[in-house]
């Protein structure tokens, strides 16, 4: 047999025009398995990626070389910690004790909780957050005998918006972080000024879209002041241990970049000391590792590398500096809307996934400072998750959980409630982008 040879962008006009076409039909196919649900989102990025390697579009070694090792191991490392953590009741715990603060009071609970959870999806995975906040929800709406849908649907829009603020907060960040060289300092610094803003009006207006549910008798509130939440702590000696870990995780993460650190050398650090003192079956734990989110990043890795490497990127980043004459105010603002209105009814991590390199493309060809354009991006595809049912992996799982508990939200529902907000959210961050970013 004769050596394979691989088309690239170096080759003449023709195949390369071949190959682009081929390429992002693959892509659009892919996406469009992902969106429709027909089959798992999974398995329709693996598909995507083995038919980009049978027909040979690329070679193993370029498939290998396009997936992004710090965005994986952040999420291994970061859903190790969290597993080990979930088993000491903390974040029970914490709910409870919040809730008790609040006297029993739903006006005052739906403030407490939509920020807390806020707090959480800052420093751990959405999904994660809202697992652990749902159950302790329910229970306390159950002895307050009230709809517990407004508190879901506004901790379910705060985990969204709390993520936006960090690195770790949402897989898009991580990815931009990643490919744009940006620390866990610099998210801090540029975004969780506009995301506490927007966090306040979105719970704001969320209790007076429910004030009318959130009425509740004197006595039923004291059943609240009943409950014990040290009784919610398992294991105050794992606890101890994981709350010094995640510190020294977190405290890494701010310095990573002065340490000369990845952030997922990090993460996974942190994972494996808390495995070796934690006590902790290792096979319980991988278990628990959500394997289908990082065999999705691996694969959708591969299927965008390809565009990039067979110049589809360069070519769209060509059209979008030709529209916005490499204007940065423009080129910023259509980053953010479409970002935000794509991420509601899209998938965010393949579109964030097209949109680094397509950044870059634009960086290059036009000369423009595109430090802002990650910001843009960041909170357009984070907040737009928002807009619906579909739009974040977090809205998803909380709908899943309660129809099984017998609360129905439907798309209709979701929307209703979820696009009003988030469209608030991205003008909230289009007035500071223009006013401290783009110019």
């Not at 693959?26 to 089959?39: G, M, N």
């Not at 707090?119 to 302790?136: R, Y």
Request: with cysteine; aromatic share 8%.
């Amino acid at each position: 047999m004769g050596e394979v040879k691989y088309i690239t962008k170096e080759e003449g006009d023709e195949n390369m025009n071949l190959v682009q076409i081929i390429s992002l039909a693959v892509f659009l196919a892919t996406f469009v398995l992902i969106v429709s649900e027909k089959i798992n989102r999974t398995v329709a990025a693996m598909l995507g990626a083995m038919v980009l390697l049978i027909i040979k579009i690329i070679s193993q070694e370029n498939a290998i070389e396009f997936i992004d090792y710090t965005t994986v191991g952040v999420l291994v490392g970061m859903m190790i910690i969290v597993s080990i953590i979930k088993r000491t009741g903390l974040f029970q715990y914490l709910a409870i004790k919040m809730a008790k603060l609040s006297k029993g009071d739903p006006m005052k609970i739906i403030i407490v909780f939509g920020i807390m959870t806020a707090i959480l999806s800052a420093f751990l995975d959405n999904v994660t957050t809202i697992l652990l906040m749902i159950p302790v929800t329910l229970v306390i709406s159950k002895l307050l005998k009230i709809n517990p849908i407004p508190f879901i649907m506004v901790e379910v829009l705060s985990s969204n918006i709390g993520g936006t603020a960090t690195l770790i907060g949402d897989p898009p960040n991580i990815m931009i972080g990643s490919e744009a060289g940006i620390g866990f300092l610099d998210f801090i610094v540029n975004l969780s000024p506009v995301v506490i803003i927007i966090l306040i009006s979105t719970v704001y207006i969320m209790r007076l879209i429910y004030k009318n549910d959130l009425k509740v008798e004197e006595k039923l509130k004291n059943e609240i002041m009943k409950l014990d939440e040290y009784s919610a702590i398992t294991d105050k000696v794992l606890l101890t241990k994981s709350l010094i870990v995640l510190a020294l995780v977190i405290l890494g993460f701010f310095m990573h970049e002065h340490l000369g650190y990845e952030s997922s050398t990090i993460a996974l650090s942190g994972a494996t000391i808390l495995l070796l003192i934690s006590g902790v079956e290792l096979d319980e734990i991988l278990v628990e590792i959500e394997w289908p989110t990082i065999f999705f990043f691996i694969a959708l890795f591969t299927i965008v590398g390809t565009l990039e490497e067979v110049g589809v990127i360069s070519m769209m980043a060509k059209i979008i500096v030709g529209f916005t004459k490499g204007n940065l105010l423009l080129t910023g603002l259509i980053i953010l809307w479409a970002s935000a209105i794509l991420s509601a009814f899209l998938d965010n991590i393949p579109f964030v996934a097209t949109m680094i390199p397509l950044i870059k493309g634009m960086g290059a060809m036009s000369g423009m400072n595109i430090m802002p354009l990650w910001w843009a991006l960041s909170l357009g595809a984070c907040l737009g998750g928002n807009g619906t049912l579909i739009g974040a992996s977090a809205n998803v799982v909380t709908v899943g959980i309660m129809e099984k508990e017998g609360y129905k939200i439907t798309f209709k529902d979701f929307l209703r409630i979820g696009f009003p907000m988030m469209i608030l959210s991205i003008v909230i961050s289009t007035i500071y982008l223009v006013l401290f970013k783009l110019h």
